[in-house]
């Protein structure tokens, strides 16, 4: 069986575009979640600190306090655990690298400008840009294999990165 090598335009469209709309939503969605959590802590928080003064004037009123103490506990830990706000920084500075490569391989500028010494120069560049291009999706998957095969105690990640970039 025997395979055409994949060309420029099937690259940036099959590759490099379907990796920054990854990376793109998977950020959006680890912001939003890291935000959503980190504004229920707070305003939880601040609801048992003034609750706690009126606990024995609102009916159930300890209950309500205790409840709120837990409702913070869980947040935390689930901030602490699928760590959203350390996947909303890595997807997105990955997503911006990746936009990076792309425009300096667009407008032949940065390493790609040194390729067009070559005979070949939009083989040579392409070429390059792929290598550029795999190397930051590569890295990405060891970071995120090394962080995930941490122990949880330890505050490794145990939500996958990109497990297809």
Known sequence: ????????????????????????????????????????????????????????????????????GVLISLSAAWETVFDHQNNWIRYRRIKEELKREKILYATASGPYRRQAAQTDAAEAAFTLFVERVEGLLGEEVEQWSSSASQPAATGGASTPSNPDP
């Open 1 to 68: 069986m025997s395979t055409t090598p994949m060309g420029p335009q099937e690259y940036l469209q099959e590759r490099v575009e379907q990796q920054l709309a990854w990376y793109g939503k998977k950020s959006a969605g680890n912001k939003s979640r890291y935000q959503l959590l980190r504004l229920l802590q707070i305003s939880l928080g601040i609801l048992v600190s003034a609750g706690g003064v009126y606990a024995e004037a609102i009916p159930h009123g300890a209950w309500l306090i205790s409840g709120f």
